[in-house]
């Protein structure tokens, strides 16, 4: 027989399943104008700076980047006061989650998760030849203390998506809390908070920098890629120990952040008003879809994010197919076995009246 030339764990590893892209559902049906509510992308695009910035950066691309990106880390390390040495950026917060995997799976090496919850972690793992554990929610929360015991010998990582995508909803601080206290110490914890500014609005949140500073085998994931409209930059960032980090680094592209990203990011981080304004609409359009739901009598998850979890009522396979005929982009709850349920992204409101006529004439 012919040897395998592949790494043995590709066999069985399911690719990410990304958003259906705005180009392909305009030419599968013919249409000129597509609302896309379906990566949790910001509609307000970029800030103003960060445009100026990637303009002014342009005639410099032909010089490698900054592999360590200090004009972010800089920022950073302002507003939140780690040193550098706590901080590692990413080609994307994607990037963070392979590096995560990369620095600490060996084979067999356990990692404990919600379900559903961000599939790159689960991806990543299984990648290493690691083990996912994945703890089903309870009605639609995080079980906590099956999370707690799933936890062995084998354990090296503890995910917690908070809020949890596709779900949006958050664990409180007072949770929190009580669930770090319970994770023994040589488990590295990581709290991906790709959706902290929004979630920041909800007093109950937590911020996972205040885990860090007494847990120091805590990893806290955010990006760009949301809050500040730069998903298609791909750069997001990590904080943790300084032993963390430093075994991280080891593991990233080079020149994983290009120069555009990196300047893009720096002015973004100067624009709080362009942040508030991105959050202030969040909540507008999600007040708009939970009305709809409301009067419909549907069921929806309290969201803390820039997506709502629902219950259509109908099998959203269907409806994915049915809204993208009218031009309308969301992710049907089936990729996460919720086959009624769908995730739909916060939109500017115009988009937002536009993709609930849709879905009403749908739903009828
Ligand atoms: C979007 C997202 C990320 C990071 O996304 P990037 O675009 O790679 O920065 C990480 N975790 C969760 C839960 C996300 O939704």
New binding site residues.
Partial sequence: MAKNIFRKELKDLKPYIPGKPVEKVMEEYGLTEVVKLAS?ENPLGPSKLAIEAIINEAPRVNIYPDPSVEIVKEKLMQKHGFPREQIVVGN????I?KMIAMTFINEGDEAVMQDP??S?YDITISHMGGVSKKIPLVDFETDLDAMIEAINEKTKLVYL?NPN?PIGNIVSKDKLDNFVDKIPEDVVLVL?E??FEYASRNIEYPDGLEVLKRRPNTIV?R????IAGL?GL???YAFSSEEIITEMAKTKGVFNVNRIAQVAAAAAMGDDEHIKNTVDLNYESIGYMVDYFESKGLRYVKTSANFIFADLGIDSKQTFVDLQKKGMIMRPGFIWGYETWARISSGSMEDTKKFMTALDEIIG
């Avoid at 994307?92 to 990037?95: I, M, P, T």
């Fill in positions: 949790n994307g917060g994607e990037e989650i919850t961000f790159l998506c995508n991906d790709a959706y994931l990006t760009f890629a949301k998903a791909r750069i997001g």
